[in-house]
């Protein structure tokens, strides 16, 4: 079995509140944004019922906290499935070639496309409403993309994930192939599965570039954050921001896609049904703060 799908034991009740968990960051790196003292909030999740098969995800969004989700999934009716913010599963579907075009993805918002990672071949392929309308070679020597993110920025640079990797090219057309530069995170950090960018002509923050690296046996979930610079390269050396997940999943918990809406981080977990989780990272005094809602666990089902 290719993407792994994981048996989990305890469930959460997502809640129709923003409440849930909360726990305490740690920072690596120090520099901006400034993490310390932060606390990272769940604000809900809920199950993806689709199939036991989600892995990705783009938010179609035009602005801060705006836009639908889309989910890819490789099961047996594979594609992108549209969903609202609070799980209810929407009318759009965009039909995927194949399982294989079904990996992390990202929305080209001025272009109107989604660009999404395909597992059987070392490859990228981009899909408008009715479907794929071309595809660009893969970084040099990888096996396949697992994250995608999209900068949604002048610069149009597509950032691709892989084990301890991760690579970034122009986007030109859906018709001409990226040419990547590839960095090197550090050994055994882990698959980046997901990735997602903070776009600041979209939101009020600065660049940068989300990611979760993943490790099996046992499983770990690590959120990154990296700075990006104004032409659009991470610093992959000395990430601004370090978190593991772990403490928010269950003990199989596996993190597959993420997301950036402009305010909210988003991720799916492959757990047994997969869940969608919205997390507060705290990085403005607008959103909600332990402050105001306490150390409140979540009930388990």
Known sequence: MRKVITLAVLFVIATSVAFAQTRSEFTVGGDKPEYSGRVVTEIQRWDYLVSDYGFGVAIAYEGIGAGNLWISDWGASYGFYEHDRDGTVLSGFIPAIDDGSTQDCAYMI???????????????????????????????????????????????????????????GAYVDYGTDVTWTELHVGDGVGNFTGLGYYAPSRTAEGRYLFGVARLSDPWTNTLYVFNVNDVGVPDVVNPAYTFDLNSFLDPD???????????????????????VIEFDLGLDDTNITPASLGNIKASFK
């Open 110 to 168: 001025d272009d109107e496309l989604w660009v999404v990672g395909y597992y059987y071949d070392n490859r990228i392929d981009f899909y408008d409403d009715a479907g794929i309308v071309g595809s660009s070679v893969g970084p040099p020597g990888w096996g396949e993309p697992w994250g995608v993110a999209y900068s949604n920025e002048d610069n149009n640079l597509i950032y691709v994930g892989q084990s301890d990797y991760i690579a970034y």
């Open 253 to 275: 918990g596996s993190i597959a896609g993420c997301e950036w809406d402009g305010e909210h981080l988003w991720l799916l977990d492959q757990s047994e049904p997969d869940y």
